[in-house]
Nanobody
Framework: QVQLVESGGGLVQPGGSLRLSCAASGLSLADYAMGWFRQAPGKERERVSCISANSGSTNYADSVKGRFTISRDNAKKMVYLQMNSLKPEDTAVYYC????????????????WGQGTQVTVSS
């Protein structure tokens, strides 16, 4: 059973940084592309970033390009989202997600979701 657990959220001032982590279990992470999403109150869920199974390809939403970096460690079954130069509009619940086994590239159909971690950017 695939499980994804996010951590690392919190309250940070504008211009600050946070590193989100996603711990995966019940799968061989090397067989899965992975993504990060976010959802702010009253807004639709937004795809933030995606990384291919072998880390060879990444993509980002325009709203975070140049500020966020996605990475992964397949041996540790971990996916990360480094968020720098945070803005109040980055405030949201952040989710990691993945899709079918063997789907190595982005984009992908997302079947599995974590419970989310809250990020609040405020002074």
């Amino acid at each position: 059973q695939v499980q994804l657990v996010e951590s690392g959220g919190g309250l940070v001032q504008p211009g600050g940084s946070l590193r989100l982590s996603c711990a995966a279990s019940g799968l061989s992470l090397a067989d899965y592309a992975m993504g990060w999403f976010r959802q702010a109150p009253g807004k639709e869920r937004e795809r933030v970033s995606c990384i291919s199974a072998n880390s060879g390809s990444t993509n980002y939403a325009d709203s975070v390009k140049g500020r966020f970096t996605i990475s992964r460690d397949n041996a540790k079954k971990m996916v990360y989202l480094q968020m720098n130069s945070l803005k109040p509009e980055d405030t949201a619940v952040y989710y990691c997600a993945t899709g079918p086994r063997g789907w190595h590239s982005c984009p992908l159909p997302y079947h599995y979701w974590g419970q989310g971690t809250q990020v609040t950017v405020s002074s």
